[in-house]
C-alpha cells in the first residue's frame, strides 16, 4: 500500500504524528466475507452470512478480504508496509457474494438490512460496498436496491460505492453507485492495460452520467495493482498478500480515508464527510464524468487549511 499511500498525499503529520489511523471507526463491508487474517486479528468486531447463515467467518473468494486490509489492515505480516490506509479501525463483514464473486440482490438488501439493525450494536460509522451492476430502466429489483442504500445514507452511515469496471463508455457507472447520495469512487490510474488475465481493461473505470443525468463518479483513487490482505493466505503455498485492480479496490481506500476523517472529528455528519472529500481532491484535468472531482487528497482532507 505504500505506493497507494503516496500517491493520495496519506504521509502527513497526522497520520505521522498525530495518531490519526482510524480508531474508534468500523467500517461495514458488504462482500464475499472475511478470512482472519493476522493483518486483521482483533478487528474484526461481526460477521454476517446472507448466503449460507455460517457463524464462523469464512470467504472463499478472497475479494472481500482484499478489500478490507485495504481499509483497516495492520500490515503486521508485512512489517507495516503493507498497512491499511486507517490500521487502527474496525471491520464488520457481510459476505452478500458466492465463491465466484457473483450474488442476488436480494442478499445485498439483507446484508444492508443487517447493518441497520446492528448498527448502533456494531458502532458502524461507514459502508463500503465493492460491488455493482449495469442499471437497466425500470428494473423494480435494483430499485428497491438503491432505496435500502439510500436509507443507510439518510440514516447517517457514511456509504462509499465502487464506480465499477465497465468503462470507457459513458452511462457505465454501476448500480449502487448511481445513488445521488452515496460517494462514488473511480479508478484514477485505469489508463493502462491491468490484470494480466484479462479480467480488467484499459480505461475499465465506469463512467458518468448516470441515467438520471447525475455527474458520476464522485471522486477518484488509485486502483490497480493494489497489494492487500490474501484471503487464502494462510492456506499451504499461498503468500500473505495478494494484488488486484479494479474501483473495487478504489473504493475502500476512500472508505478508509473517511474512518481517518472520522477518528480526527467524531462528530462530523456523513453530508460534512463526503464534502470535505469532494473539496479536498485534487483536479486531474479529466472530464468530470472520468474522476468526478479529482484524486483524493487524504492530507487535505484532513487538514482543510491546506
Known amino acids: 500500500m505504500r505506493r497507494v499511500k503516496e500517491n493520495v498525499h496519506y504521509f502527513c503529520d497526522d497520520t505521522l504524528f498525530g495518531h490519526i489511523d482510524g480508531h474508534g471507526i468500523t467500517t461495514a463491508v458488504l462482500d464475499t466475507g472475511i478470512s482472519p487474517h493476522p493483518d486483521l486479528e482483533g478487528r474484526i468486531v461481526a460477521f454476517g452470512d446472507m448466503l449460507h447463515g455460517k457463524r464462523r467467518m469464512y470467504d472463499d473468494n478472497s475479494h472481500g478480504t482484499h478489500v478490507a486490509g485495504i481499509i483497516a489492515g495492520s500490515g503486521k505480516m508485512s512489517s507495516g508496509v503493507y498497512a491499511g490506509i486507517a490500521p487502527a479501525s474496525r471491520i464488520v463483514a457481510v459476505k452478500v457474494l458466492d465463491q465466484k464473486g457473483e450474488g442476488k440482490i436480494r442478499h445485498l438488501i ?3 438490512r443487517a447493518i441497520l439493525k446492528n448498527r448502533e450494536k456494531w458502532e458502524i460509522r461507514i459502508v463500503n460496498i465493492s460491488i455493482g451492476t449495469l442499471p437497466h430502466r425500470g428494473d423494480e429489483e435494483e430499485a428497491e436496491l438503491l432505496h435500502w442504500v439510500d436509507r443507510m445514507w439518510d440514516e447517517g452511515l457514511v456509504v462509499v460505492t465502487a464506480a465499477g469496471n465497465f468503462g470507457p463508455r459513458s452511462g457505465t457507472v454501476t448500480i449502487p453507485g448511481v445513488s445521488k447520495k452515496v460517494i462514488t469512487v473511480g ?3 485505469d489508463g493502462e492495460q491491468k490484470d494480466r488475465f484479462g479480467k480488467v481493461g484499459t480505461n475499465y473505470s465506469g463512467r458518468g452520467p448516470t441515467f438520471e443525468c447525475v455527474c458520476k463518479p464522485d471522486l477518484v483513487a488509485p486502483g490497480s495493482y493494489i ?6 493466505g494462510q492456506k499451504k503455498n499461498q503468500k ?4 488486484k485492480s479494479g474501483t473495487s479496490m478504489s473504493a475502500p481506500i476512500v472508505s478508509g480515508a473517511a474512518a481517518l476523517l472520522l477518528s480526527k472529528y467524531p462528530d462530523m455528519k456523513n453530508v460534512e464527510v463526503k464534502l470535505r472529500l469532494l473539496m479536498s481532491a485534487d483536479d486531474m484535468g479529466k472530464d468530470a464524468n472520468i474522476q468526478g472531482r479529482g484524486l483524493l487528497n487524504i492530507e487535505k482532507l484532513l487538514n482543510p487549511k491546506l
Open 110 to 112: 439483507e446484508g444492508i
Open 187 to 189: 479508478a484514477s490510474d
Open 227 to 232: 497489494r492487500s490482505c490474501n484471503g487464502f
Open 240 to 243: 500473505m498478500y495478494s494484488v
